[in-house]
């Protein structure tokens, strides 16, 4: 699986120019077909058809799905959406308040909260340390006297680090390329290693999409 920005047609144009490279050997990623069609869930009851575009090295011969950022792996609503019902965890709404304010199941808040909780000073870290890695001149990020709000408050402080590196995005499809999807997820490690000078910079949404 690998992360692409959100719009269609300029991951068709990268893809079909080779410059998406394989997560694992840096090859060039090819057109190979699509995934299965998912429908994704919105604010104010509408819904998204995806279908995300399945891609082949050239190097290894291996596939990978290509998943838009408005999207986490393995969740069916909107990564927008998501983030919403996190913030207002960290702001100290009940589960089934968040439901009914986003008109998702009390159930499916409170997994999601969870597990927020439970990654919550890995993500931290991992925003925390690509933060700096973005923007080496970043003041001390203030701690906001929870785990949960410290790992809201280094997402937030990550994306300004690359709105102000390579131009404002939506801070969730910020969080979902910058996780590689892996936000929620309960797979071990949750997230990709953080940055380091000399690598590639994580997927990061066109400058020329909603500003944070």
Do not use: Q
Not at 18 to 25: K, V
Not at 60 to 89: Q, S, Y
């Amino acid at each position: 699986m690998h992360m692409v920005e959100a719009d269609k047609a300029a991951v068709e144009k990268k893809l079909c120019a080779g410059e998406y490279a394989c997560p694992g050997c840096d090859g060039e990623l090819r057109p190979w077909g699509h995934a299965r069609r998912r429908t994704l869930r919105a604010e104010g009851g509408r819904s998204v058809s995806l279908r995300p575009r399945r891609s082949r090295c050239e190097a290894c011969f291996i596939t990978h799905v290509l998943l838009p950022v408005m999207a986490l792996l393995r969740r069916c609503d909107l990564a927008e959406m998501i983030g919403v019902g996190l913030a207002l965890k960290v702001a100290g709404w009940g589960y089934r308040r968040i439901a009914a304010s986003l008109g998702i199941p009390a159930t499916t808040a409170g997994d999601r909260g969870r597990r927020f909780e439970k990654s919550a000073e890995a993500l931290r870290g991992h925003f925390t340390a690509l933060a700096y890695f973005l923007d080496s001149s970043l003041g001390a990020i203030d701690p906001r006297g929870s785990p949960l709000a410290d790992a809201l408050e280094a997402i937030v402080a990550a994306a300004g680090a690359a709105a102000r590196t390579f131009g404002p995005a939506p801070l969730w499809h910020f969080a979902s390329g910058a996780s590689s999807g892996r936000l929620l997820s309960n797979t071990t490690p949750s997230l990709p290693p953080s940055r380091s000078p000399g690598n590639d910079r994580p997927c990061l949404p066109k400058a020329s999409e909603t500003t944070l």
